[in-house]
């Protein structure tokens, strides 16, 4: 007897949802017939977004409070060594935090952004369950030399709000093995408040992430953050700005690879290690409509496949980190 | 005749004498050659990798011997045989009389080398990839 509500045959809500997140990494295809719902799909999910409350109440906010204890300057340096760089793949549900398939959790929002709805959930070959389409937290990955990082942040503002005295400067690089250099620079623009979810306007230090906290993916296992932040910035390579502007998510973390670098569940995290990782989503915001928008990034770094990798997930782990308070 | 014995018993003893020490000079070198094989042997390498492994994981040696680490990734490694430090109490192991040690961070190209005095088994990590399963061992005899 299988417990799974799963259908056999995709439904055109299947199809739609898969095809927003899907076409991202140049896994599906959307049949003709299922344009039509995809519009609808895609709303209705994101419609059920339990953080929209809490966001309308927050991002009107003229005067936000400030962080208890006085602001917080963090400083973070990587000076040698390599990064590894996520490739799209598939990824391992992890149960604790997406319920077993009759109660299934964290399913509102724009897949794969913000949930996974029960439709996009397959069965996988050990026999959990796993995303029908590739993100970019998977297990797959590269290592890639020359990784450099600098980080100057302070976290002023504790909440979302329609402004902020959070601040920004990061500027982060490798290199591929041609000799190609890859850039991110961050932040032109903090972002104040969230869209799917909470920024706390813009840079956030020591709290929960990912899982089942609801702030980003679930994907990603619940981790605690020392500090993480949400902004935009631009996209280079070799000098060359390719794209501009873009979000830009950064947290320093709890260590969340196990043996062989695969990405962890819950249960997995190693609380006395930290890493660094940088997101770069194939996502927009759409500002005026509160929710995420299909839009691969222009990373220019080729696949084996001869397809771009449509977004940027870095970890940085041979880390210098400093912080002051007040 | 006597002169011939008297040269004949000379060149005798000249070559009995050449004899021994020869034959003392070989046994002692012999001697020396086993001592210098048991303090400066050839060090054992190991060598640090992209794919988070130490390569071979484990390494026996005899007591009194060298082992070299060469990473030869792109990414910063250690060596580290720190309770103190480690995440998990299962990727450290040290001999009773043994101290602890820690490499720091080994760049990429860059070289490691301890001597291990006291037998017994060493097991070891990468403090940054731990987690990801990045554990050797060290095995010396006495």
Known sequence: ????????????????????????FGALTPPAAAQQDM????????????????????KSVKKPLGLLGGPITIKLTQNSGGVFVGLPARRALDPTVFG???????????????????????????GGFQTK??????NKHIVLPNGRLKISAVDATATDAATTKDKVKMVASWQDKKGNTYQVKCCAKMAAHGLEYPTFG??????????????GTPLMPSEFAYFAFWGFGEIDMNGKVLD?????????????RKQGYALGWDRDVTPTRTQFHLMVPP???DMKNGVFRKAPVKTGFVLPNGKQLPFWHV???TLNVDSTRG | MSTRHGVDRRRVLATTVAGIAAFGLTGCTTKLGSLFSKTEPSAPSVTMTDELVFKPRRVTIRAGQTVEWRNDSVLVHTVTADPGIAAKAADVALPADAKAFNSGNVKPKGKFSHMFTTPGTYRYFCIPHEAAGMVGEVIVKP
């Open chain 1, 100 to 126: 077993p398939p009759k109660m299934p959790r964290h399913y509102a929002g724009s897949p794969i952004i913000t949930g996974v709805p029960p439709m996009l959930r397959a069965k996988a070959a050990n």
């Open chain 1, 315 to 317: 970890m940085f782990e």
């Open chain 1, 244 to 256: 501009k502007p873009r979000l830009i998510h950064g947290m320093l973390t709890e260590y969340v």
């Open chain 1, 202 to 215: 813009g840079v956030v230090t020591n709290v929960i992430m990912h899982g089942f906290t609801g702030i």
């Open chain 1, 39 to 58: 519009k609808a799909a895609i709303k209705k999910m994101q419609s059920l977004n339990q953080t929209r409350g809490y966001l309308d109440a927050h």
């Open chain 1, 283 to 285: 996502v927009k915001p």
């Open chain 1, 1 to 24: 007897m299988s417990p799974t509500p799963f259908k056999k045959r995709p439904t055109p809500l299947a199809i739609a949802i898969a095809a927003m997140v899907g076409l991202s």
């Open chain 1, 133 to 138: 389409v590739l993100t970019p937290f998977g």
